[in-house]
């Protein structure tokens, strides 16, 4: 989620009333928005992604002037015809959009033009995607001739010198040297052609998404009319950020002037402010939110959040394009109301609970080895192929889960026993007192391409103990005590383990069905995890056992 | 009767108080063998005795003198250099090589300091000469000679002596405090009416039998004196507050859910209506798993979903976009116990109702570990499925948990997730540090989210809140990776949960 640093006094210029920091404090984080911080210059929030329209100064001012009563309701702004048309043609499938206005009469500043900057920064951030569904521009009016066309040229006819660039390049080599090239390129790589904004004279404009000319794509704080372009994939998206940006321009002082957006068959012009009308359904918002509203309660609570409300509809500024469905309108009523204005209440809806037969079982499990004196563990689901294989003496499964893209190497395949675990904790315990009796019960992880997500979940239960007393026949008695208690026969067989001391080492055998392994611990595996006392250990798939047990 | 009552005396100290009765005086050092207890014992029950009052003790230091093996051969056969003359004047062996006695040196050497003989060269040998003073010395004992016989025969020494005999290390000495003990009239009398009942140290089978336990004493212990410590097994303390966290949602009728940890995105995301170009699901938030692409089974759900996605239904407009099956497939370690939540309405029929649910489940997050981040953790995942439900029960159900987690007074601000609507950031207002501690989202569940799983629109109540601070804030952990490191000692010592 971007965090915005707003500038203090221009928040509360618009807004239009001298705000205390505590009003500030208390009512920000009631709007939707995370107040970092407010310090004496700035007001520092996350927005969320749902309300691209509040990351500017303007922006934000407008929501919360409107939230806190000072100018509630839906704002409407003037356009007017600027005559001209932007023909959008022969564009790649890739990037076949482009919405286009203009707004004159600005009078820039450092700071405004710095907000201008990170209000487009931002949009291209979030609403665009970082850039992959759009990017959005803006040109001095003054540097480029209408009308404007918006279409493709193969890469080898475009040169210009990119925004501060140090020369004319070609494409290839905007995307290759050009810092927004090499962070953008990766979106246009491969296309045959790329997107150009060209003027009436044939001046190359920009190349969307990457980068504007410098020569007539550079707004400065002399800059008084403005050409403002977005294009990209998906017209709504495009729609939303151009008003987005338009807004928040006239907000500053500028008048908005309409384009005509031609695709040949289709024909639109741009901006358009016209809110969507969506009905309120007043008995579901009641029933949703606990509560009672008269209709000028729903017209003024629809005006905290900047909405209009005319003949039972509600009127949504074109901007918002996360009212998806009329359950948003009952959110925006209740964010209105004030979430610390709702009452709790307790639910009368009887049901009765009851615990899932793995928990009741692995419970009973852990209860019978807490009385046999072991420790549980908790450890990680996440280990890594050394742990698990290298240093058990055994060869690295190819069952073994892996993911792709950890960060931290550490951890980066999925545990497909417990026990390479336990004998983790062992190395990390060294200085404390021994014997030490360790035992864990989870989920180990293997693939499996008969499942959904190709990997089977199972609960496996090791226990391991570590002293100069620890031999094999303390887990034999442990392991048919964990029988005996459970009501299973489990025969122990001669086996090799090459974890385990050859001769020390036995495979437990449930109804024919191999359950696990019980042993001491190989001298290697011991010298492989820092040890020096000698430990025996037991692996049990519980998963198995508990079927038995159930059919039992 | 009375008296000896009172006393309450120990074996140990009756023996010693009748045998002190019997001799009058001793000391602890001639005890120790007349009543054969060992000296620590006597001494312990000599305090005793003279804390009671029955008898006196006098401290007094004292130089114990006692003759080495060197000191008696002296007594036996007189000094080195006596042996040396002798040896000259008896025997007639005055080549010096000839002349056979122990520590030969040592008599050379103060012979000739005392004058007593002199040493002439002849060939490549020695001749010993006695002095007229060695002969005169020869006739009669020296000092040293009869003060070390007086020494054996326990007479004293006077000092210069002592620490000459130290310095040629015919004896030792060493200071020792000598306890001596004399009878009270108090001691006596109770030396006289007392019973010497013998002491043990155990129960045994033998003693049980024929009421033998009725004619001893157990020797008393020492109750405060340390003992080698014992440690139990015990559940791992974050166990034990999950199985309470278990319990609370089990009593307010809440059904546990179960499932994997590993998920298709399907589950992870499309089901619960985040877009598939949305933030949340880029790579660097969420763990692929390296495996070939899942599977959709369910295909009415699968035709549900992509359908909301792309142009919603009747109410909602959708997110507008062509939804893809290949990134629904992809496999990730699920990034939050919803996931469950889905899987589970997709099973619920209308004539369950109303119906709760609850999970207590890891969840991955793909972010390097430190003091403040793991990158698997616990979440609490609860829904209440109910035609009546609304956004205030959901208030209550939290404050409900929260305050039999401790936390009184919880609150909550607007929030942004796509699954739910309304959407809240539940917080708890921690009252030690004073401040308001963030524990997670909440909301009600979007009907783009409940229309594809279960059918029909109805309201979802549903919370995903971690868990880990709360566990830190108990077992005041400032390290959360703490929580995990299951240091044994940490595990064996760790206070229990208490609720």
Known sequence: ?552 | MAEKKKYNLQYHEIVLLKKLSEIKKSTVLALDKAIGIDQAAVVRAAMQLGKLGLLKMDEKDKIVVTLTREGKTVIEKGLPERQLIHSVLKDGKTILSKIDIKDKNVALGWAKKEGLVELEKSGNDMLVKVTGKGKDYYKVKSDIELDLGKIAGGKPVDKKMIELLKKRRFITADFRTVRSLSMTPAGERIAKSVKLVREVSKVTPDLLKDEKWKDVRFRKYNVVAPVAPVYPGKKHFVSQSLDYVRRIWLEMGFKEMEGNMISTSFWNFDTLFVPQDHPARDMQDTFFVDVSEGKLSDTKIVGRVKKVHETGDDDSIGWGYDWKESEAKTVVLRTHTTVLSAQTIAKIKESDLPVKYFAIGKCFRNESLDWKHLFEFYQMEGIVVDKNANFKQLLGYLKQFYKKMGYTAVRIRPAYFPYTEMSCEVEVFHPRKKEWVELGGAGIFRPEVVKPLLGIDVPILAWGQGLERILSEYYKITDIRDLYRNDVSKLRTTKLWMW
């Open chain 1, 1 to 552: 989620m971007p965090t915005v640093n707003l500038d203090k006094k221009t928040v509360l210029r618009y807004i239009g009333k001298n705000l205390t920091d505590k009003v500030l404090l208390e009512k920000i984080p009631m709007l939707g928005t995370d107040l970092e911080q407010i310090t004496d210059d700035e007001i520092v929030v996350e927005i969320f992604p749902n309300r691209p329209d509040m990351l500017s100064e303007e922006g934000f001012s407008r929501a919360f002037s409107a939230f806190m009563g000072i100018k509630p309701g839906f704002r409407h702004y003037d356009t007017k015809k600027e005559g001209s048309t932007v023909a959008v043609k022969d564009l790649p499938k890739e990037w076949p959009y482009a919405v286009c206005a203009i707004v004159r009469g600005l009078k820039l500043d450092d700071d405004k033009l710095k907000s201008i900057i990170q209000l487009q920064e931002k949009l291209g951030v979030t609403l665009l995607r970082r850039r992959k569904k759009g990017g959005l521009g803006l040109y001095p009016l003054d540097k480029i001739k209408l009308p404007v066309t918006f279409t493709s040229y193969k890469k080898e006819d475009i040169r210009f010198r990119p925004l501060e660039g140090s020369a004319v390049f070609k494409a290839d080599d905007i995307l290759i040297k050009h810092p927004k090239g090499k962070e953008y390129g990766h979106i246009i790589e491969g296309w045959s052609r790329y997107p150009v904004f060209v003027d009436a004279e044939g001046t190359i404009m920009s190349m969307p998404p990457i980068i504007n000319s410098h020569d007539v794509g550079k707004v400065t704080d002399a800059t008084k009319n403005v050409f403002v372009e977005c294009t990209g994939t998906d017209l709504n998206t495009l729609k939303a950020a151009m008003n987005i940006m338009l807004l928040t321009l006239a907000d500053m002082g500028g008048k908005i002037y309409s384009l005509e957006m031609d695709y040949g068959k289709d024909k639109f012009s741009c901006p358009d402010f016209t809110p969507r009308k969506i009905k309120i359904d007043k008995a579901y918002a009641e029933r949703l939110l606990g509560l009672k509203f008269t209709d000028s309660e729903v017209k003024d609570l629809l005006s905290r959040m900047g909405l209009g409300f005319e003949n039972g509809c509600a009127l949504v500024p074109s901007y918002r394009t996360d009212i998806l469905h009329p359950i948003d309108l009952v959110e925006e009523i209740a964010i209105a109301y004030g979430y610390d204005n709702f009452e709790s209440e307790i639910s009368d809806a009887a049901t009765v609970g009851s615990e899932s037969s793995k928990t009741i079982f692995l419970r009973k499990v852990s209860d019978l080895f807490v009385g046999l004196g072991y420790l549980e563990c908790k450890s990680f689901h996440m280990s890594n192929a050394r742990t698990l294989f290298d240093k058990m003496n055994r060869k690295v499964s190819v069952d073994l889960v892996r993911t792709a893209n950890a960060v931290n190497i550490e951890y980066d395949a999925m545990r497909n026993k417990i026990l390479p675990g336990l004998m983790k904790i062992l190395s990390e315990n060294t200085h404390n007192e021994y014997p030490q009796n360790l035992f864990e019960a989870g989920t180990v992880f293997l693939k499996d391409k008969s499942l959904e997500t190709n990997v089977s979940e199972t609960v496996s239960l090791a226990f391991a103990s570590a002293g100069l007393v620890s031999d094999f026949s303390q887990m034999k008695a442990a392991v048919e005590s964990f029988a005996l208690n459970l009501d299973i026969d489990i025969k122990f067989e001669e086996h090799d383990d090459s974890s385990f001391i050859s001769g020390r080492c036995a495979r437990l055998v449930l109804g024919g069905k191999i359950v696990g392994v019980v042993g001491e611990i190989h001298p290697s595996v011991l010298v492989n995890f820092g040890l020096d006392v000698p430990v025996s250990a037991c692996e049990i798939e519980l998963s198995k056992v508990m079927d038995a047990v159930q059919k039992h």
